[in-house]
């Protein structure tokens, strides 16, 4: 109960890694906030996380795009359940681009990066006046190298790790933490649709295309999505404090 009554904003809440960091800041009694697009996979993760131990939630459904959407919501969601003591910025999208009609690049970045950027500065207006509080950002590995025909994702991606830094320096006079998580591969329903475009792209079965991402993987396997909301528990409680700008990497040894 390191969170008890504490009141936390997770974006992104209704499935993969989001859901499991809601789960699991219920389970140390956290109050929750849970924001995305899709209002029924939100009411699914709030009844779970009064299960856990959640003693309140609240449900905010918006698209992270729209700046307008996301104030509203943050300001309701500290009208509900009081200021906030944490954000965790978990909402994004996955996927290749490619040059040409139909490219890709200005959705990923206005959804993963500036998205973000517009979720951090409202929840910055709604925090709690005292204590330490957090932001916490899901960036990725491909926040540290780049993959081809990934220029959306992997920009959005290590743009958020500069985000975190500046936001870092920017706020830690006033005691909020900011840092950025970069997973490797987890084990969601988008890294599973990633490994099915490289199955159809090699004409491989989806386990021989497994087995070669993974052959990049010196422990040759993928994070659960509550191994990422395990490292996001310790982030945000005192065991955390003075962990600051930092982008702090889960990736089984993909990247080192």
């Known amino acids: 109960m390191r969170q008890h009554h504490q009141h936390f904003l997770v974006t992104g809440a209704g499935t993969g ?91 990923i970045i206005a959804t993963n990066l500036i998205g973000t950027y517009s979720c951090l500065r409202a929840a910055q207006r709604n925090l709690a006046a005292d204590g330490t509080r957090h932001m916490v950002v899901i960036a990725s590995i491909l926040g540290r190298f780049g993959v081809p ?21 920017e706020l830690a006079a006033a005691e909020v933490q900011v840092n950025a998580i970069c997973p490797g591969w987890v084990n969601t329903e988008m890294a599973r649709q990633g490994i099915a475009a490289m199955a159809d ?17 010196p422990m040759g396997r993928m994070s659960e999505p509550e191994h990422i909301a395990g490292m996001i528990a310790w982030l945000v409680s005192e065991d955390g404090r003075g962990v600051t700008g930092q982008g702090l990497d889960m990736n089984n040894g993909a990247w080192m």
């Open 149 to 169: 025909g990934y220029t959306g994702y992997c920009a959005s991606k290590t743009g958020l790790v500069g985000l975190t830094r500046a936001m870092a320096q």
């Open 17 to 107: 890694i989001g859901r499991a960091i809601a789960l699991r800041l219920a389970a140390e009694g956290a109050c929750l906030t849970l924001m995305a697009r899709d209002a029924a996979r939100l009411q699914a993760t709030a009844t779970e996380a009064l299960a856990a131990g959640a003693p309140r939630t609240h449900v905010v459904t918006a698209d992270i795009r729209d700046r307008a959407s996301v104030d509203a919501a943050i300001d309701q969601a500290a009208a509900a359940l009081g200021p906030l003591r944490g954000i965790i910025a978990n909402s994004g999208i996955g996927g290749g681009n490619e040059p040409g009609e139909g490219d890709r690049f200005d959705d």
């Open 201 to 217: 792209g090699m004409g491989v079965s989806y386990d021989e295309a497994y087995a070669v991402a993974m052959s990049a993987v």
